[in-house]
């Protein structure tokens, strides 16, 4: 086995005339099987979101995590050590209580939803927020009654909240299955669609636009059984009318828009897809997608994770997956065909799948052994690829792009902040091969540029959360100073107060030799270079040490 390589982060700036600026974030994982991860909760793990420092959250029936008491939720480190500081007091040990979903806003408060009838010690009818630390939300009452709870959190590109369940209440309005929040924590009431039967499954469209799956027969007061799709107003979106032969318990959008469809069916948009399929944009079946799922007593798919690359980890009740042995797990390439080179066996069904941001991917369940190990509920899994990433800034444009094992985002936005505090979008970036980005950028000098993606995961995709990158341009300052000056060539560099900086020149963009190292102080530095005129052509570039 290959020991994990370290994050590399290289920030760089390179130009010639005229100039453009040019950074780079990498980080990378090297493959192995199942890593040491291993907190042991005492019951099934459903919900699973990712924070921007590595922390993960988790949901589900169990009592104990860690070795401590944590009903129904708990924050875990990146080394699967329990966070003691994180102690929300779930729904309590008895009855049939349980945390199905999570979902984190952009301001780092979760919402929970669930089966339950507390949290923390106050009362929350099966949905509730919490604060990044882990109290109450006290601002946040709303109501859920239902025999069922709230089996799905999606969180939409402009931070409202969908909810899916069984129930038939909310917030004091009547609300059937289906029903949405503002990011501020209030009830959309202009959203009100309504479904007959439980929605276990949301997916938000890069347009906007809401699929939804489930037990229900009639959708925004429209036939369609168990799949049907929203407009963005919540009214029915009668162009999509792609039936599924059973119920539908997990889907996910790829970045090129096409709809993974998962759960107990035998027929997808009148095609034969047994319990996984997938759908065109326009809601026709992809008739080049049919891997199939079988073995089990109740064969289902029950999560789905995607991968940059454009490779999906299924997980379920099924010990075959594309015509192959795969024992609750396993991966598909972009066109349907088993991924041989992922293969190992669970003893139980895999509920929830989950990806971090260095490409390990996280399982929970019901399971106790993962590859021959013991793991009782909940995994961790070293990729076999990389997870690779850069974001670009190059003029006016920057660029976000995402690659190998990296979770898959379906929306993004850029923003910039000039203390690290304060941040302000730049706006929503656009799809492009690879990656995302976005054009016209402008940001003050010395100002960070963060880009941040929204990600599902967990049992039924029912929580979202998002990863994000952030980085500093070194800023090119022309002001008059950049140029040739009596004989000599130089310009300005302005950059954090207290980093250190390498100016490096090269005559052919392979070969680069320093010339000076500089801390920045309060102003722009000034750099020039007297040796200019003896060369025919010469490039410089400057890095961060």
Known sequence: MKPNSQAKKELEQCWLLPAFVLLS????????????FDPVPNGSVAAMILQPNGMIVVGGNFTTLGGQTRNKIGRL??????????NPVGPGPLGLSQVFSLALQTDG?????GFFTSLNGQPRLNFGRLNPNGTLDSAFSAIAGGASGITSLAIQADGKILIGGGFTLHSGLNRTNIARFNANGTLDTAFNPG??????TLAVQPDGK?????QFTSLGGQVRSYLGRLNPDGTPDTNFNSAAGGFVYSLAVQGDGKILVGGAFTTLGGQTRNRIGRLNTDGTPDMDFNPGVSGSQFPSVYSFALQSDGKTLVGGSFTNLAGQTRRYIGRLNANGTLDATFNLAVT???????LQADGKILIGGSFTNVAGQTRNRIARLNNTEPATQSLTLDGSTVAWLRHGTSPEVWHTNFEFSTNNVDWVSLGEGTRISGGWQLTGLSAPPNSNIRARGLVTGGEYNGSSWFVESTTRPIILVNDGNFGIRSNQFGFNISATIGQTFVVEASTNLTDWNAIVTNTSGMGPTYFSDSDVTIFPSRLYRVRLE
């Open 25 to 36: 974030l990498v980080s990378t994982t090297m493959c192995q099987t199942l890593d040491t």
């Open 77 to 86: 480190g990146t080394d699967g050590v329990l966070d003691s500081a994180f």
């Open 109 to 113: 408060r979760i919402m929970v939803g």
């Open 195 to 200: 479904a007959n039967a439980i929605v276990y």
């Open 210 to 214: 809401i699929v939804a799956g489930g």
């Open 348 to 354: 139980n069904p895999v509920l929830s799948v989950s």
